[in-house]
């Protein structure tokens, strides 16, 4: 499985994006730019991945040159509408997940731009971002994206730069409306440098990613890295975005994502009504576990400890029935990454009963499989024998069945 971290250490845009992914995965340069050109991109527009070198580091740029603009045109950018934009990618001879993943870049940016003037999103015109050089840097964003084979995707604080921005619609304050309300939710920094330092077609590329705040934890491998340089010179500061490609396909039995824990504790009901809080809680969709532990409080007093494993999407729902459901008057919880065993669900039949067990497979070991408890409940098993015999057969033909599907 491959994660991709984005060091943004002089600052994320379109193009210094592409050009960071194609130092780090150079052999997919050419069909990126064929998919660029498939997307409508006009003859007399060049498209161009140059080695480039400041003071302290080599990496690539990727520059997109348009023809001047006529004269009687006073930006050199031409305006687009986002539903022309659409249609465009729409009617043209993308394949469909790069199609797909550069029209929910437009159409994020199209959401934010129509929130931010008051017009709806597909009224919505690109001004600055209408030009074939955001065009391509989208595209082509989406084809590498779609091509690398990243599983996840993380980055690290973002630079907020400071001053103006020239837009159509006048100055603006950086970063722009567009990326602030894009970047809602990151971490950001302030390093004392001027200038637009993310723009909106990369914080369009950085929204679509779904990227976490950090790498996940343990087990992974450094297998690439490659820098993005942007046009913009800082003094004494690289103006790049840093790819770190990392590869954890020797530990890939192992799948991991992020889990809230919620915790507290209950004084001051009876066994009987946690046993229906509980109850409830479990049947919440999104709750994976409720843990329920005898334990001592102050003076001495016997109460119960409630642990709860949940989506971190339901958290603040799941805080809200445990206020609801018990007595507690405070409530714990962070969220944790959580590592996993991919596992599937094999039905079999023992004593003609359809029986449901599931099946994992262990780093550097074979398959392992486990009877649903429900299953055997509901099974003619009266005694501990018969129940260990069914278990038996039933684990025993769910990997038999796995075998001669490998």
């Given amino acids: 499985m491959i994660h991709i971290h984005l060091d943004p250490v002089g600052g994320v845009a379109g193009d210094m994006f592409i050009a960071a992914m194609l130092h780090a995965f150079p052999q997919l340069e050419a069909p990126m730019i064929a998919a660029i050109r498939a997307a409508g991109l006009p003859n007399d527009v060049t498209v161009q991945i140059q080695p480039f070198q400041d003071f302290a580091l080599t990496g690539l740029r990727f520059l997109v040159d348009e023809p001047p603009p006529a004269a009687d045109r006073s930006v050199s950018h ?30 994020r940016l199209a959401q934010v731009e129509g929130q931010i003037h008051g ?105 690439a890295s490659g820098y993005g340089f942007g046009t913009r010179r800082f003094m004494g500061m690289s103006n790049t975005l840093r790819v770190m490609v990392f590869d954890d396909r020797q530990i890939s039995a192992v799948a991991r994502e992020e889990i809230a824990v919620v915790g507290f504790e209950v004084d001051d009901q009876t066994a009987e009504d946690i046993a229906l809080a509980i109850g409830h809680l479990r049947e919440m969709e999104g709750v994976l576990d409720v843990l329920q532990i005898p334990a001592y409080g102050k003076k001495g007093r016997l109460m119960t400890h409630l642990q709860l494993l949940c989506a971190p999407s339901v958290l603040e729902a799941v805080l809200a029935a445990c206020f609801s459901q018990t007595g507690t008057l405070g409530i714990r919880y962070h969220i944790a990454q959580r590592a996993i065993l991919p596992r599937e669900e094999i039905t079999v039949s023992v004593d003609d009963v359809a029986m449901r067990v ?49």
Wanted: charged share 25%.
């Fill in 78 to 107: 031409e305006h687009r509408a986002f539903a022309d934009i659409l249609a465009a990618l729409m009617s043209s001879a993308l394949k469909g997940n790069v199609r797909d993943r550069a029209i929910d870049m437009f159409t």
């Fill in 119 to 223: 017009v709806a999103t597909q009224d919505v015109s690109f001004h600055e971002l209408g030009g074939w050089d955001s065009i391509a840097d989208m595209v082509g964003a989406a084809f590498l994206i779609e091509s690398c084979g990243a599983a996840s995707w993380s980055i690290g604080s973002l630079p907020k730069g400071s001053g103006m921005v020239k837009t159509a619609h006048g100055p603006l304050p950086v970063p722009s409306p567009a990326t602030a309300r894009l970047l809602e939710g990151f971490a950001w920094h302030d390093d004392g440098r001027p200038g637009e330092r993310v723009t909106p077609t990369g914080a369009a590329i950085v929204r679509h990613l779904n990227c976490a705040a950090a790498l996940p934890p343990g087990g992974q491998r450094l297998s």
């Fill in 358 to 406: 599931k099946v994992a497979r262990r780093p550097g070991r074979d398959f392992t499989a486990k009877l649903e408890s429900d299953d055997l409940r509901n099974s003619r098993a009266a005694t501990r024998a018969q129940r260990e015999r069914i278990r038996h057969d039933a684990q025993r033909l769910a990997l038999a069945k796995k075998a001669i599907e490998k």
